[in-house]
């Protein structure tokens, strides 16, 4: 008996209990944004904090456990049968409802915006050090841009041992050493109107002043450059010599007048590419050699000899035993202006007195390509052959535009020690592939590392291609940066967020990488110097103005086809033969 009493009175004690927590029920749904809150805590839920999170989101799941439990006591111990009324029922998941809608919102909208706000105020740490570039805010890792200059302003104050290129963000000059500048080629590259035809006139016209000998083989045939160098050249008090090796161009200068037989050779080889290229066809280029030797002996022999007069020599009995050498051969005595017979223009005559030989060519047609070559050659073998003791040689600086019209083995296999013979060049490209569009007795890649090893000092403008923007990019060398990491995290809102933790770990990037190269603005360069870091330079044109004596030729006497028989060679002299050696 007393055990009955004893079990209805716990009974109707624990009824009581959860009969007074679910009239509570709808105050207490309040409370179910906690139950979010508490699992957002993944990490630590031993701090008292978290407990106290915990037994809120407790108190806002107890109503429906107090519903559950009251109906079983009810119904099992004291046996009257109870069910929550709708409203009740309705109030309280109203409010847990609401509640756990309000948490949602905070995590899904709230803590995103929070966590956005705290990252625009956060003050970063000084000690962090550069970082990588971002091309969409690549306006903060360029320079400020510089308004235009005269450069002829900041020349004439340029002390004679310097040679300025052009000035800094912050408009102070940037110059190189002229024993550098003198001793060392100059890689120019850029895009098209990137502004390397201005640099190089800045450089060239400081040239002219040290009385360097100056010669620029512009193959496209560029608007300003000569009448901004012939201002130079008036200015510098040197001659100027325009030299124009486009088709239908007047008789004025020949090519051999002053050569020795080594020159000759070299020029008629290397000009018409009759060097070995490693292919089957190597045999018979060697009676192509052999009749460049020939031909080369003869005009040693005759001279003031053009390349109509040894064509008209030979005759055509030698067609057959030397087809290429005659074919390149009556290309170059097709075209008047190097087929001058006297008063033409002397090309080497510039380093005996200095200034410049500007000379014009062409980009399409073979044959003016190949004389192109060939003056180029011309130059290089003037400068290897000079024998001066007790003074110093003058300076010969070749500025070759469009580098890739000019390549030849010969030049490339001789620019390392071109330098130390007294000829130093300047050699402009827009990109990789201009260096891969070689002759085929020559890789592309040699002809990229030959460059880009004897050009030590390079003067780079902006890149458009990928490729040619990241090669450049390389010989800035390395610096160190910070490389960031984050850990981002999705909340119980499933909303992600950036935990304020920052990871920093130890990088590298070119000092001036590929986005800073492709996004140069116009006129801005970057100059690198042995033993100096890269730094960029804005180069700014000289004001010229236009002239046709800038762009005038001097007009020689053309050489004509003698008549058969009247200037032929002897054929009993066995300086050019017919046939081809049996050896061979």
Known sequence: ML??????????LLADILGFIWAHGANLGVLGAFILFWLSLKRDRSTRFTRLLGLLALLAIAPMVSAVGLILVQTQWLQQPWTPTLGEFGAYLGHLCLSVLVAVFWFRIVVPAFNSLTARLTRRTELERNRKTDVREISKFLPAKVAAY????????????????????????VTIAYDDFSIRHILLAGGTRSGKGVAAQILISQALQRGEFVVVLDPKGDDWMPHGFKVACEQANVPYHYLDLRQSQPAQCNPFSGCNVETLEGMLIGGFGLSEKGEAADFYRLADRKAARQCAAWLAGHRGATARDVLAALGT???????????????MAALDCVNAASGGLDVASGEREGGMLYVVGDMIHSGIIRMQRMVLLRLLYLAKNRRYLGKTPRKILVFADEFKVHISRPFMTSLGASAGWGLHCILAFQSMQDLADCPQDLSPEVVKGAVSENCTIKLSYRADDPDTAEWLSRSTGTVLVDDESRTIEKNVGLAETVHP??????AERPLVDTNMFMNLPKGCGVLRIPGSLARFVYTSPVPTERGDAAITPIVAQASVYPTAGAAAIDTAQPVLQTAVDPLL
Not at 151 to 170: A, E, S, Y
């Open 3 to 12: 055990e009955a009493l004893m079990s209805e009175f716990f009974a109707n």
């Open 317 to 331: 009995d030698w067609i057959e035993a030397a087809p290429a050498f005659h074919s390149y051969l009556s290309e």
């Open 501 to 506: 933790v920052r990871r920093i770990s130890q």
């Open 150 to 173: 005269d450069p002829r302003k900041f020349i004439r104050k340029t002390p004679t041992c310097q040679i300025l290129v052009g000035l800094d963000d912050h408009r102070k000059p």
